[in-house]
């Protein structure tokens, strides 16, 4: 039990970020008539959130002042908004493969609650504190899960809005909205601070963290609420008055996302080729599986809603990418485990 209790107390948040990167790829996959991989890794994905889920609150049972001191530091605090991304994407997995609108809006319910409390909990931390860290050593690309987990709930939020048939739904599509422009405009925040980050701090190749890919993830997200509030425009007034709104910046966050992705290979290279940085699996690893999920996921959407039908061959090459690299990454999560496990039975 003692094990337990002292494993629990360093349990890392950013393992949230693989029920995020296992349900977007789940999604892309059922979006492109994968149904068979769609529901294995939907099923997969509930186990891995209820394990996730239960082990965050038995540390908040047993070791609730580790945890506040993960939420008030600077670099630390951003990842705990995975588990509202996380949260919010098994929801949505709920309402596209299992028809299951109740669950859908039970996981609502907690993303949202998560959101607020996570949100304004944390940002009034990182603003009252006297003891700041310098913006080298505290900002990364992990700050953007908070914009990412206001676009998840935006997603789900459509998604709910057109499913459930809700007496709702006006209601519904318009807290997508005003999630959708807030979160877009906190991304404009943080991503001039990241561009400053790598433009005029001394930037090492261990520096590069897998959070980074969220850079183009956060863009890619905002996309795929943007393209959903353009399908719902059609039976919503208040969408239709501002259709042609949605659609510009639906494909300005898609250009900006796919901006990002030569830079980010080019790093990425930079860091384990050039620079020889050795490649071991560490959670963090989980964040950048999800932006290609994500990135297949929203360009295939935004072809949909857009009518851009020759976009259609970007998601039917990137699905594979995506379930190739989630492929990567449990392999190393189960070898790390089972090395931890050899390693704790030596001593």
């Not at 906190?186 to 005029?200: D, E, H, K, N």
Request: proline share 4%.
């Amino acid at each position: 039990m003692l094990v337990m209790r002292e494993a629990v107390r360093s349990f890392p948040p950013a393992y949230f970020a693989m029920v995020m990167a296992t349900g977007i790829v789940s999604l892309a996959a059922h979006l492109l008539d994968l149904s068979r991989i769609a529901t294995a890794l939907f099923v997969l994905n509930v186990v891995a959130y209820v394990v996730i889920a239960a082990l965050t609150l038995l540390r908040v049972a047993w070791h609730p002042r580790a945890l506040w001191l993960d939420l008030i530091d600077h670099r630390h605090g951003p990842t705990l908004f995975a588990s509202v991304a996380a949260t919010a994407v098994l929801g949505t997995q709920f309402v596209l493969l299992a028809n299951d609108v109740a669950v859908a809006r039970l996981l609502w319910l907690i993303a949202t609650l998560l959101w607020l409390f996570l949100t304004y909990a944390a940002f009034t931390a990182f603003t009252i504190r006297r003891d700041k860290p310098r913006l080298a050593a505290a900002l990364s690309g992990g700050w953007l899960l908070a914009v990412v987990a206001m676009q998840s709930v935006a997603v789900l939020s459509s998604y709910l809005a057109a499913y459930s048939e809700s007496t709702y739904r006006i209601e519904l599509d318009f807290l997508a909205l005003s999630m959708w422009l807030a979160g877009g405009m906190l991304y404009v925040w943080m991503a001039a601070l990241i561009f400053y980050r790598y433009s005029f701090v001394a930037f090492e190749p261990g520096d590069f963290s897998p959070q980074y890919w969220i850079n183009m993830g956060a863009m890619a997200i905002s996309t795929l609420a943007g393209s959903l509030l353009v399908l719902d425009a059609y039976d919503v007034p208040l969408l239709a008055s501002l259709e042609p709104f949605l659609r510009g910046f639906t494909l300005f966050y898609w250009a900006a996302g796919t901006w990002w992705i030569p830079l980010l290979v080019v790093l990425t290279v930079w860091r384990h080729v050039y620079a020889r940085s050795p490649l071991r699996y560490d959670p963090s690893y989980w964040s950048a599986v999800f932006p290609i999920g994500m990135y297949t996921a929203c360009t295939f959407e935004m072809a949909r809603a857009l009518h851009l039908d020759f976009l259609y061959a970007v998601p039917r090459v990137l699905v594979y990418v995506a379930l190739a690299v989630w492929t990567l990454a449990f392999a190393g999560m189960l070898r790390a485990s089972v090395e931890a496990t050899k390693s704790r039975a030596k001593r």
